[in-house]
């Protein structure tokens, strides 16, 4: 298998995706690397060059660019390079560090959606404390700022493939974010993807989650709109990070009973982070195109970007994305009559 | 002044209720309570009937009651008297602890809305860990399922009278909670409500938030629409007590060194508790209707209804509700054009 891979995109590129990839070469037998990036910038970085390749690349999409506009315009910019070469059928996935919503739009409009597939979105692993399961998938993260009923339906189906092909999680227990348990609570948009899904012979749909529970590890997939989606990360990722901070600061506080007790319980909170670390689990997923696509976070280094090369791997092995690819295909008539259902009743 | 008690609603009524009643009435010398409940249950709870009236009632709204049926049919419910006494003149605010959307329905259906105001929305205090101020307004936080930009553009005005009269702010900086910086970022009613906001002589508005920052201390008022608000309320709550237990937890799993540890660190995570604790901070207040309301957790005991009451205190000695009142009806140009600008452009 070939990964193209996006050299420039990230806080640290070239340099820690250099080594990443470097790593991850070393720990994968059959992947082969193709390295997108300026030549002067990514050649010296390169100890061993054992199936790792460099095409060579003149523009570069920085984390500020307008996404759309970028990946239009900057042909021959690292990211918009690796993609073609996906949708060319040169390389099976796309990585990158870089500009989120640059990759989406390449992702979306170089490589392509898979047919039946309105609207892919940004999915993520995330660490079930609770629950059966370490992890649950968590979408749509925000590809879309608006999500229509059947859009949601269809990321029940997209995250149970992920939970099995990716996380191991046999018939992945799906549920919908909404601000109840009742299934008449939200808005139109929600109380129709929950009839829809109620009633899907596609997925194992348990009802609606609050976005509470979201770490308890009662869902094998949290299906979330775009919008109300990435607000419930943000305040979890900003609310874990200020919950660490604030106990470290009242352990400095607390004067020398407290400086020793903050000594003795440093594995304890190392333990704590290394669950929530994002680095550990790989990176976010657009899922709904014809081919992986993967995203690290901006400040990922190598350790991080050789975890994704596993993740990567896994998806191609699992052959997620053709099996996607059959099951929607052999399902137009259901994915069309969820709409039918849903015209219905915006129409009433 | 007089205040109306559901004695009837939470989790701990009337026990809780009526024992935190007379907490503060001990504490607040110029407050009248006026209990509205089952005689039989609560006549035998109060140990001293100064400033306390016992107004029996017949019926109970139960947390699984369907809000608007049960405030429309159970009329001689504690709740629906308590709210009709606001209404009537005879009280000049509502508390409970009882079925929140059923105390919604009550205040906006029997107390009524402030002339102006299309939407009353639910506010809570928060607690800001790094900024200038301990504590910040966000709303809406599930009042409603959807919102208009308009509608959030009141949120800015409410959230700020609320930030100024109770919290003690002045120039308090409103944020928009949205999934990005940019002022393009979110959907059509996040773009053209920023569009309002920023033009707003009404308000300090200070741009988008992300719920990352939630709890940084970057806004004294955070406007979110009702779905998203509650998402990222819910989240940040769920993600607090997760870690605290994730913590304690680690601590249990490391042995001596760690029990230890904990045993110091415990007056370190009292503190980091506390800081999070609703009880301490009082309830959720429904801004945008013609008297205080107030709700705090169904699981609050007495401590938190007696500093409840102070809350409402300070909302009726600050005057909250009539400087809401005057404002909006002097500014009713102000709030007319902002919806003329959106309606333009929601038919572009």
Redesign the interface.
Known sequence: MKIAIDAMGGDYAPLEIVKGIEIARDRYQNIEFQLYGTENEVKPLVNNWDRIELIATTEVIAMGDEPVKAMRRKKDSSMVRAAMAVKEGQADALFSAGNTGALLSSAIFLIGRIKGVDRPALASAMPS?DGQHDQFVFMDL?AN??NKPSHLYQYGILGSFYATHVLGITAPRVRL?N?GAEED????V?KIAHQLMKNSPSFNFLGNI???????GTADVVV?D???G???????????L??????KQ??L??GV??K??????K???K??QK?LDYNEAGGAVILGVKAPVVKTHGSAKAAAVANTMGQIKTMLDNQLVPDIQNYISAHTEELQSGKQVLNAQLND
């Open positions: 404390f925000g700022a608006e974010l601000n609570k939200g808005d139109e929600h609050e976005a509470r529970e979201l770490l308890e979330a775009g919008f109300s990435n607000a419930a990360l943000k305040a979890t990722e900003g609310t874990a200020m919950m660490l901070k604030q106990i009242a352990i506080d607390s009973g407290g020793l007790g903050g000594a003795l319980l594995p304890a909170f333990q704590v669950k």
